[in-house]
């Protein structure tokens, strides 16, 4: 029923789909003519659409937030892709799969989930263990869990984004854990994979990607501190320093003030989740503006508001294979490297 999907859309072609509708104005034009400026999307994009005949009876069948079987015609303006709506129709969500509408993470959820699993069967401190066994045995909890975006805007926006960034941040720490001594191992991935879990609150994403009421007045992470400190009032015996510990981590994730972390770092593992958790966000941000660019011919990218600059879309690739690059000393004598 979907019909075609934005990205799909060629200039100068007639389209007929379902779209959910983001955004609904009201206009007049110069001649006092009522028109309704609208901006569609699904789950490959958006486009600007308007409504230039009948107006003010289509305004009356359907509100922002809807979706919409809609018929008309793409043309180029103003360098981008605009639809002209010639009929459209107020569509039944009864009739509508979501994950046409809400983009997903490209890894499969289930496979994502059970290696988290097996990561957290691998915490050894029987009080972390049975913390997060308490979070990730919460069937409801699960649901949401696996389902939430990471963030609105700048990474792993998509469903399942939270799920995927939260493996990755833990695989993260796992590696740097074998690569430094004197790290809490345990305190570090039960972090790395808590530090978000306030997101399950903060984000609305059952038709678009937005904020809560709690999202908006309270924010994930004193959320997320609250949820550990519910969890944690169910194990007996919880260490105190433990908890202390593990609750800075979540406070001080986003590393400083103006970055919304109520306290910075001060403890090792809280210094490491910081700088781990802002890497996977930014490499994914990185990857996702580029994909999305749309200028595929050029080098470079348009301009990152976020990154507060141009990206560089190339990557170098060796003709060699990886043999020949490991054994080619490109004509030095031993020693000259």
Known sequence: MKGIFISEINKNSNVEGVFLV??????VTKSGIPYLSLKLMDRTGDINARVWEDAEEYDRIFDKDDFIIAIGRSSIYQGGMQLTITDLKKCDEKDIDLEDFLPASPFLVEDM???LKLIIDDVRDKYLRKLLKLFFEDDEFVKLFTRAPAA?????VYLGGLLEHSLSVARLARMVSDNY??????LLLTGAILHDIGKVHEFSYRKVFDYTDIGRLIGHI?????????KIKKIEGF?????????????SHHGEYAYGS????KTLEAFILYYLDDLDAKVNGFQQFIAKDSDRQSSWSGYHKL????????????????????TDTGGQEDGER
């Open 307 to 326: 990154f507060d600059r141009y990206l560089f879309k190339q990557t170098y690739i060796s003709d060699e294979s990886p043999d020949e690059a490991l």
């Open 152 to 156: 609105k805007a700048l990474h792993h």
């Open 22 to 27: 983001k955004e609904k104005h009201m206009g």
């Open 181 to 186: 001594d004197n790290i809490n191992r345990d």
């Open 262 to 265: 109520p306290k910075r770092p």
């Open 113 to 115: 989930f059970n290696e």
């Open 239 to 251: 260490p105190s320093d433990l908890k202390l510990l593990l609750k800075h981590m979540i406070l």
């Open 222 to 230: 004193i959320i997320g501190v609250e949820m550990i400190e519910e």
